[in-house]
């Protein structure tokens, strides 16, 4: 409960066990223009591809990520099936039943096997399915660039030019989502380095090293 910059105000809910806090020791990324992005989690550590591709011998051998990663999956898939693991969701026929929502897993999965089809897996799928229609297509910069030239007014077309030119922001925010494809060091510590108890029991033993950055 509660906020704080680094976490400082944060108090455990006295009604949940520390096992059951569900804190996270790194924020995540935006939800927005993820089909752009290969790897997933802060450090890029969640994805078999792009930056990860042939680095297999160096992923940690007793890490909870690598098994999802050996999966050969894109950096979305595996975040969520991560994410659900860690964040004890449950993906079974009975509940899915009961919300309703077996249809539409036999809808989106007629070819994966009836004994595959409700799992952790595929519900990580659709999850990331959905992640990748959240785009910002609609922003007036993307409707200029589609030939409506109305769609930004002459302040904004002036701070692209700065953008695009004088400012160097495109030396660095070049993708087609405008962001690096890429991941920097930006010099701020993962909240459970920060010594608020909610991370400290949380996290510990949970720790994401970022161990295969290549070059
Ligand atoms: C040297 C490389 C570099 C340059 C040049 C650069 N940026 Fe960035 N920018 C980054 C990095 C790295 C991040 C991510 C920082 C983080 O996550 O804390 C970032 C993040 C951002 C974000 C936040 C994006 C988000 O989704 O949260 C904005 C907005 C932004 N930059 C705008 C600009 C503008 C405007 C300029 C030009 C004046 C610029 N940047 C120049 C590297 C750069």
């Not at 790194?26 to 042939?54: E, K, Q, Y």
């Not at 050969?72 to 009961?98: M, P, S, T």
Request: charged share 20%.
């Amino acid at each position: 409960m509660g906020f704080g910059h680094l976490g400082e105000g944060r108090l455990k809910n006295s009604s949940y066990e520390s096992s059951q806090v569900d804190a996270q020791g790194a924020r995540p990324l935006p939800t927005i223009n993820h089909a752009c992005v290969r790897n997933a989690l802060w450090s890029g550590a969640f994805g078999s591809f792009a930056m990860n591709t042939d680095t297999r011998e160096i992923w940690g051998k007793a890490d909870p990520l690598t098994d999802i990663n050996l999966k050969n999956l894109e950096g979305l898939e595996a975040n969520n099936h991560r994410a659900l693991i860690v964040h004890r969701q449950e993906i079974k026929k009975e509940l899915l039943d009961y919300l309703g929502y077996s249809m539409m897993f036999d809808e989106a999965f007629p070819e994966i096997d009836p004994k595959e089809r409700y799992t952790l897996q595929t519900g990580a799928n659709a999850i990331a399915a959905y992640f990748r229609t959240i785009f910002t297509n609609q922003a007036p910069f993307q409707l200029w660039l589609k030939g409506n030239k109305d769609a930004m007014t002459e302040q904004q077309k002036r701070g692209a030019e700065l953008f695009f030119g004088k400012a160097g922001c495109v030396n660095c925010h070049n993708s087609a989502s405008l962001n690096g494809q890429r991941f920097a060091a930006v010099g701020v510590k993962d909240l459970d380095m920060n010594g608020y108890e909610v991370f400290k029991p949380m996290m510990a033993g949970l720790r994401v090293v970022p161990f295969y950055f290549k070059g």
